[in-house]
């Protein structure tokens, strides 16, 4: 291919800086445009390995150029976090209810050459295929467009939010109302909660994110004697359930609970009684307490473990 050049975008220009003699000459020598294209992709490959091997200590003045405006035009008052190189930016969201969420805009070493990639927020798994699909999602959560400026990928990810606004809106009801003693520390994605009752009782609740003021899916813990009429008053009182009250509020209808689930307002947590009868704490090693005594007079939960080491330690040896 002798005496043919080619033309090259300004952002190849760039990265292909002080290469341009040895691209000629590879071109010279190439027997057709296929086999030089192979030459140019090695050639980029090379180059950006190295790029990223350095660190990119030393940053294009157009990528640098670039990312700033893009912040500048965002708000610098919503960005949290930047990277010394500007390659990671972190950006504060708020949704309509004032819960402040975290988005990462990840800038590669070719930006903007390459676009920007944004990591998944932190939202609920959504298995109703069919409403995840109606409302632009993926069936497990928000699926944000890749290769969007900044400030559209944000706009994106704002109006995505507001899909779960609701689900937030009653997870936090259950979290500030009611003993959540499952999951310890929740995230924005957890869809179940389980929530103290009294007397070594607890009510698992799992929610779903795109219709979340219907009725969850509930299970009852505790001694036999106690839940049986739970359950059953739950399955006869199911009529009542309103879905313009929340569910934290429908359950207290249901179970018949006159004063509400016990909660960190009305109820000190030394007498909620979930813990395990041997270790007193409810969580050990990761575990809840997932056994129970038979005898009507104890009727305590234990954890698994505990049962193990206090039955082997206290075993005679032979």
């Not at 610098?76 to 209810?97: F, G, K, N, P």
């Not at 249901?254 to 960190?264: I, K």
Request: charged share 25%; proline share 6%; glycine share 6%.
């Amino acid at each position: 291919m002798a005496n043919t050049s080619y033309t090259r975008s300004e952002e190849l220009k760039e990265i292909l800086s002080g290469q341009e003699t040895q691209l000629q000459q590879k071109m010279d020598e190439a027997k057709d445009m296929a086999s030089f294209l192979v030459e140019l992709v090695d050639t980029l490959e090379v180059t950006m390995s190295n790029r990223s091997a350095k660190g990119d200590k030393e940053k294009p003045l157009r990528y640098c150029t670039h990312i700033m405006e893009q912040l500048d035009a965002l708000g610098w008052d919503r960005v949290t976090l930047v990277d010394q190189d500007l390659s990671r930016v972190q950006i504060e969201l708020c949704d309509a209810s004032q819960r402040k969420h975290l988005i990462t805009a990840r800038f590669p070493p070719a930006y903007p050459t390459i676009p920007l990639t944004i990591a998944p927020l932190e939202v609920p798994e959504c298995e109703d295929d069919q409403l995840a699909s109606q409302r632009g999602l993926s069936v497990g959560g928000l699926s944000l467009k890749q290769g969007l400026a900044l400030e559209a990928a944000i706009r994106q990810a704002e109006g995505q939010l507001e899909i779960f606004r609701e689900f937030w809106d009653v997870m936090q009801d259950f979290d500030e109302r009611t003993w959540v003693i499952d999951p310890e520390k929740p995230t924005r994605a957890d869809k179940m909660r389980r929530c103290a009752l009294g007397n070594h009782c607890s009510i698992q609740v799992t929610v779903q994110p795109l219709s979340p003021r219907s009725m969850p899916d509930t299970k009852l813990f505790g001694p036999t004697a106690s839940i049986a009429p739970m359950r059953t008053k739950l399955y006869q009182n199911a009529g009542l359930w309103d879905v313009k009250k929340l569910p934290r509020e429908n359950l207290e209808v249901l179970l018949e609970l006159e004063g509400g689930f016990p909660s960190p307002v009305s109820t000190n947590k030394d007498d909620i009684n979930v813990g395990c009868g041997i270790c007193y704490s409810f969580r050990f090693e990761g575990q809840v307490p997932d056994q129970l005594c038979s005898h009507a007079k104890c009727q305590q939960p234990f954890h698994r473990v505990c049962l193990y080491e206090t039955i082997t330690t206290s075993a005679p040896k032979t």
